[in-house]
């Protein structure tokens, strides 16, 4: 008799991170629920297409919005990796809607709809924003699991994605230690590498594209941390099976100056126009 696979849901499977770490899962055997909004929509046609999909793969339509939909993709799982929250690319026109209420009322649902299925663990996935808006933060001490954004300060300076994401993983730390649901949060660095999806472009791919594109002619030669999206796949697989309840995990490799990823770019595709100042 063969025993049946372990099963678990991805949030916003179809999105950069997302995507990734559905390809990994199904590569280590496991049965996965993938939440997109639209089904139908031809830019989540490639998650289909993935090795192992015709067995171990099904979609399920959902809004995190709507914790119906949450808890019957979460039914039957053990395990809930939640990446699906927006990247605003532009400025923001109305942040409640736009990002407060998908990320911090979208957590909060989740967490709801995992303790509604009888999900034993949730990742959820974080972001250093929710580390590094803070102004009283000594600038020579190195950043770590212990350091968050200040909201008031996101407030102020209309940081609504560092303010989400800070919400919504101060509230996940909370709701288990108050719930006994096991979660653990990751908060990866910014995430760039190959793209599985063939349609939608993540914002950190938009940012990049914007530096080949003609885009700005000076740029502010900022220090960036950086990590490849499939160490990011891989890091919430260690976490879901090794990490403990109410750990939270920054998630970084590498760090960069801009004029050097410029440069790296230009060395790769030297048919582009670059910024030179
Ligand atoms: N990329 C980075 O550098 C980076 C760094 C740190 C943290 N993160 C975090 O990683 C996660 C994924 O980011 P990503 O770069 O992979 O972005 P992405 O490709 O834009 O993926 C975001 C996903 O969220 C889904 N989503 C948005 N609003 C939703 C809603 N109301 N209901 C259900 N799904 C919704 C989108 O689904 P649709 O396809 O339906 O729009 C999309 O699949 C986010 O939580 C982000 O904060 C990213």
């Known amino acids: 008799m063969t025993t049946p696979p372990r099963r678990v849901c991805v949030t916003g499977a179809g999105g950069f991170i997302g995507s990734w770490l559905v390809k990994l899962l199904l590569s280590r055997g496991y049965a996965v629920h993938a939440t997109v909004r639209d089904p139908d929509d031809p830019k989540n046609t490639f998650l289909k297409q993935l090795e192992k999909a015709p067995e171990n793969l099904s979609l399920f339509k959902a809004d995190v919005l709507d914790g119906d939909s949450l808890r019957a993709a979460f039914a039957g799982c053990e395990g809930v990796f939640h990446p699906a929250s927006p990247v605003p690319d532009d400025k923001t026109v109305d942040p409640e809607k736009e990002v407060m209420a998908p990320t911090v009322k979208g957590t909060e649902n989740v967490l709801e709809a995992c303790s509604a299925a009888s999900v034993q663990k949730l990742v959820v996935v974080s972001s250093i924003a929710a580390v590094c808006f803070n102004p009283s933060y000594d600038h020579d001490r ?3 699991e212990t350091v968050w954004s200040d909201k008031k300060f996101c407030k102020e300076y209309e940081n609504w994605y560092s ?30 590498g190959p793209l599985l999806q063939t349609v939608h472009l993540n914002t950190t791919t938009k940012v990049l594209l914007f530096m080949i594109k003609g885009g700005p002619d000076i740029m502010n030669n900022k220090f960036w941390p950086i990590i490849d999206v499939r160490d990011v ?13 109410s750990e939270r995990y920054i998630c970084s490799t590498d760090q960069i100056d801009l004029k050097d990823v410029l440069n790296l770019m230009k060395s790769m595709y030297p048919n582009f126009s670059y910024a030179d100042k």
């Open 142 to 144: 190195l950043k770590d």
């Open 163 to 192: 303010l989400a994401k800070t919400e919504a993983e101060e509230m996940s730390l909370k709701y288990a230690e108050k719930n006994g649901l096991h979660v653990v949060t990751l908060l990866p660095c910014l995430v760039f």
């Open 233 to 245: 796949a891989d890091a919430l697989l260690l976490v879901y099976e090794k990490a403990g309840s």
